[in-house]
C-alpha cells in the first residue's frame, strides 16, 4: 500500500495533518472538506489578508494569507484557503474545497476542486485538478487535465503489485509526489499516482502508478509529406 509519506514532504505544508494518519494515500481526498471547514472557523479576525483585487470573485469562505495576491477576474467559490506568497492569476476558478499552500501559483483558465497543493506547487496554463493532491515544487505543464471520474462512474480502481484495488472513491484525480513535472497537454486518467522527481513527457495519457525519479518518454510519429499543389 502506498502511504502520503511515500509520495510528499510533509514540512512542506501547514495542512499535513490531513496525510499523516494510517491507510493509503488516497484517503486524504476525503478529508480535505472536514479539515478546511475546521480550519476556517478557527480563523481569528478577517478571512481576507491579503491582496484582492476589486474585480475578482471571491466568495465568503475564502481565506487569503498575507502576502497571498488574487488578480482581477479570478474566481474563488470556496470554501479555500490561499497560502502567503501564492498567485492566483487571472481567469483562475477555484470551486470548493480547495487548499493551496504557499508559494504557488495558479494560472489562466484552471480550474480546482478538492486538492490541496504542496508549497511551491506550479498549475499556471489551461489546467484540470479536481480530487488530487499535488506535492511540493510539482509542477504540470499547459493543458495537463487530473481526470477524476470514470467514463462508467463506478470507484476507481487501481493496479498495484499485481493486485486491483478498489479506492472506493467515485472521484479520485492524481497524487503526484514531490518536485515532479508533467509535460503540457497530458492526461493523468483518475487513480493516477506519480512518484517523487519524475518527468512525463508532453502529451502523455498516463493510467496508473509510477515510482521515483522516472522518466515517462511519450514518442510521436511524423511523417513529412510534400504539399499536393490543388491550383
Known amino acids: 500500500m502506498i502511504a502520503a ?9 501547514d495542512h499535513s495533518s ?16 472536514p479539515y478546511l471547514e475546521q480550519l476556517l472557523a478557527a480563523v481569528d479576525g478577517p478571512l481576507i489578508k491579503g491582496k484582492v483585487d476589486d474585480r475578482a470573485n471571491v466568495g465568503p469562505e475564502v481565506y487569503v494569507a498575507e502576502g497571498a495576491m488574487v488578480e482581477a ?15 492566483v492569476r487571472a481567469g483562475a ?4 474545497n480547495v487548499i493551496i499552500g504557499d508559494d504557488c501559483t495558479l494560472g489562466n483558465s484552471s480550474e480546482f476542486k478538492n486538492c490541496l497543493l504542496f508549497n511551491k506547487c506550479e498549475v499556471p496554463h489551461f489546467n484540470y485538478v479536481g480530487d488530487s ?12 487535465i487530473c481526470s477524476n471520474v ?14 486491483v484495488i478498489d479506492t472506493g472513491l ?3 484525480g492524481a497524487l503526484v509526489g514531490d518536485a515532479t513535472e508533467v509535460g503540457c497537454n497530458s492526461v493523468l486518467t483518475p487513480g493516477t499516482i506519480l512518484g517523487r522527481g519524475c518527468i512525463l513527457y508532453p502529451n502523455t495519457h498516463w493510467k496508473g502508478v509510477l515510482g521515483d525519479k522516472q522518466i515517462v518518454k511519450t514518442r510521436q ?11
Open 150 to 163: 470514470r467514463l462508467d462512474r463506478t470507484s476507481v480502481k487501481l493496479s498495484l503489485d499485481g493486485e
Open 5 to 13: 509519506s511515500d509520495l510528499f514532504d510533509f514540512s512542506q505544508s
Open 18 to 33: 490531513i496525510l499523516a494518519k494510517e491507510g493509503p494515500a488516497w484517503d486524504a481526498i476525503s478529508r480535505i472538506a
Open 93 to 96: 476558478y477555484l470551486r470548493n
Open 133 to 144: 493532491i499535488l506535492g511540493y515544487r510539482a509542477h504540470l505543464g499547459a493543458g495537463v
Open 170 to 172: 467515485r472521484k479520485f
Open 73 to 87: 477576474f479570478a474566481t474563488i467559490q470556496g470554501p479555500a484557503w490561499i497560502g502567503s506568497g501564492t498567485t
Open 221 to 231: 510519429e511524423q511523417e513529412i509529406a510534400p504539399l499536393v499543389d490543388r491550383s
